[in-house]
């Protein structure tokens, strides 16, 4: 076997058997549901020893837990367990839009698990959802002249996300930047972590075209798929999808593979609220917990 | 690291075996064992607890993640279960099987 086929070979397997790990660990957990949470919230006084149980049931791969390391896994594993369980009784057992009550209850359990501001509503503006059905969306061009070839910084990058493909036009807020040469860390990040949001079905969009326009533009978003507890803080980077898609929001490449949500006929459902964060302080990409 | 209460029952020798023939390195060998066991305990605690009604249930993770008791554990799921080894059995042979065609492939 050559070092490539060899590297090919265990690099399939390992995909192949790391989305079955995955995928039984969301069914367990939705399965069982009520008593591993149960079990979670009376073992979280043993800490240390309750760590050999719970650590079965998550045993990340490739990560050799030497017992330094037990506590922090152990601790990561419980607050996603919480995440999960505790947005459950929040949400309809059969998806549809959700209640003002409801919306409130949610951000206000995303605001006390995350430590930030949480908000449906800014200024009296709001989507026309806040839980929704998630596609995939394309790269966007980050400067005039940006291609598939300019558009990574690594080749494991490139690697992972180019087969999603730019998009042909510029986004709703035209490019990040003006040149290659302007373009920053921040608007790299922006495209990077964006989701396009029908902000054209909010309400009272249309007699209020460019407040609304400037409310949206870049407006800083928590996005998690609660059947997972994954999370990522985005931007607002782009307008749709059409109503007639059935979709409601849309995920940049990097956004969809975090949140673990897939297009067609096995797209799934996440949670999208404002952050409110005026002086932008909050990182984008991927959050566990603050 | 892989001594679970249901661990007797089987064994994964024939991936070792497997392993031995073919031209993978420590790492990639342990990570692909990490994973054949991730899957294996999932499934094994999926058909427990679908055996067990809730307050058996929250019994059994106790006994499991509280006490982090194996053997209990095993008892627990015996005493519980009406033929508890064969069911599990029937649950991880599929799952071995399948891992060494992938070795072959």
Redesign the interface.
């Known amino acids: ?1 050559s070092p490539r086929s ?1 590297k090919t ?2 690099k399939r ?2 995909k ?3 989305s ?2 995955k995928r ?2 969301e ?2 957990l939705t ?2 549901k ?3 949470k ?2 979670a919230d ?2 979280k006084q ?1 800490a240390i ?2 760590v ?3 650590m ?2 998550t ?1 990340p ?2 990560l ?1 837990i030497e017992s330094g390391q037990i506590e922090k896994h152990y601790e990561k594993f419980h607050r996603h367990l919480y995440l999960v369980a505790d947005l459950e009784p929040l949400l309809p057992e059969n998806f549809r839009d959700l209640t003002s009550d409801e919306k409130n209850s949610i951000a206000k359990k995303l605001s006390d698990f995350y430590k930030l501001d949480i908000e449906y509503e800014i200024d009296s503006k709001t989507l026309n959802k806040v839980y929704g059905y998630i596609g995939a969306e394309q790269h966007l061009m980050r400067f005039p002249g940006d291609t598939e070839a300019t558009h990574f910084q690594t080749s494991e990058e490139a690697e992972k996300f180019m087969s999603s493909g730019l998009a042909p036009g510029r986004g709703a807020w035209g490019y990040f930047a003006n040149s290659k040469d302007s373009l920053t860390q921040k608007d790299i990040d922006r495209e990077k972590y964006y989701i396009a949001v029908q902000t054209f079905l909010a309400p009272e969009y249309n007699s209020r075209v460019a407040e609304y326009r400037d409310f949206f533009k870049y407006r800083k978003m928590l996005v998690v798929n609660p059947h997972n507890g994954k999370a990522v803080v985005v931007v607002i980077g782009d307008a749709g999808p059409a109503q007639w898609t059935g979709k409601h929001l849309g995920g940049s490449p990097e956004v969809m593979r975090h949140l673990e949500r897939f297009d067609g006929s096995i797209r799934g459902p996440v949670l999208y609220f404002f952050i409110d964060d005026p002086e932008d302080k909050v990182p984008l990409g991927p959050i566990e917990t603050n | 690291m892989y001594n ?1 209460f249901y661990s007797h029952i089987f064994s994964v020798e024939p991936v070792h075996e497997k392993f031995a023939s ?3 390195n420590e790492s ?1 060998k ?3 064992l ?6 294996i ?3 094994v ?2 058909v427990v ?2 055996e067990l009604d ?1 307050d058996r ?2 019994e059994f ?2 006994i ?5 008791d194996n053997d209990a554990a095993w008892g627990f799921v015996e005493t519980n279960i009406t033929d508890a080894k064969n069911k599990l059995l029937n649950s991880i042979n599929p799952i071995v099987e399948e ?1 060494l065609k ?2 072959e492939e």
Request: net charge neutral.
């Open positions: 076997m060899k070979f265990h397997i390992y192949k058997w790391l079955l790990h039984k660990q069914e367990l399965k069982h009520a008593a591993l149960h079990i009376n073992s043993y020893g309750a050999g149980g719970l079965l049931l045993a791969p490739n050799q | 679970k073919l031209e993978l990639e342990s990570e692909l990490e994973l054949l066991h991730s899957n305990h999932y499934a605690i999926d607890l679908s809730e249930k929250k993770l106790h499991l993640v509280v006490k982090g891992f992938d070795l």
